[in-house]
């Protein structure tokens, strides 16, 4: 099992920043991928942005140079953190941002944290 623990997120005016964190604990192998999702009221879930434990990412074509993914993983393997940087944010990015973790066949979900972005 691994652990998601999610922080951040918020309400902001439009052209504002946030910044978004989750950890990842547990039985975590090497090669794993860790993303952000959002679901907006009445939309389904997209793939914001993912990050390879290799470093690769991959970004919603709407979000490519306004956020950034990263990653902090513990030399001792017992924990990864995921940030999503947000910036320039805009109405449609109103939603709620779920952390996601995979490894093989495994996906973990995080509890999802509320982003408002007021006009």
């Known amino acids: 099992q691994v652990r998601l623990v999610q922080s951040g997120g918020g309400s902001v005016q439009a052209g504002g920043s946030l910044r978004l964190s989750c950890t990842a604990s547990?039985?975590?192998?090497?090669?794993?991928?860790m993303a952000w999702h959002r679901q907006a009221p009445g939309k389904q879930r997209e793939l914001v942005a993912s990050?390879?434990?290799?470093?690769?990412?991959?970004?919603?074509?709407s979000v490519k140079g306004l956020f950034t993914i990263s990653r902090d993983d513990a030399r001792d393997g017992s924990k990864n953190t995921v940030y999503l940087q947000m910036n320039s944010l805009k109405s449609e990015d109103t939603a709620v941002y779920y952390c996601?973790?995979?490894?093989?066949?495994?996906?973990?979900w995080g509890q999802g944290t509320q982003v408002t972005v007021s006009s």
């Open positions: 996601n973790y995979r490894q093989r066949y495994q996906d973990y």
């Open positions: 547990g039985d975590m192998l090497s090669f794993n991928v």
């Open positions: 990050i390879t434990s290799r470093g690769r990412t991959n970004y919603l074509d």
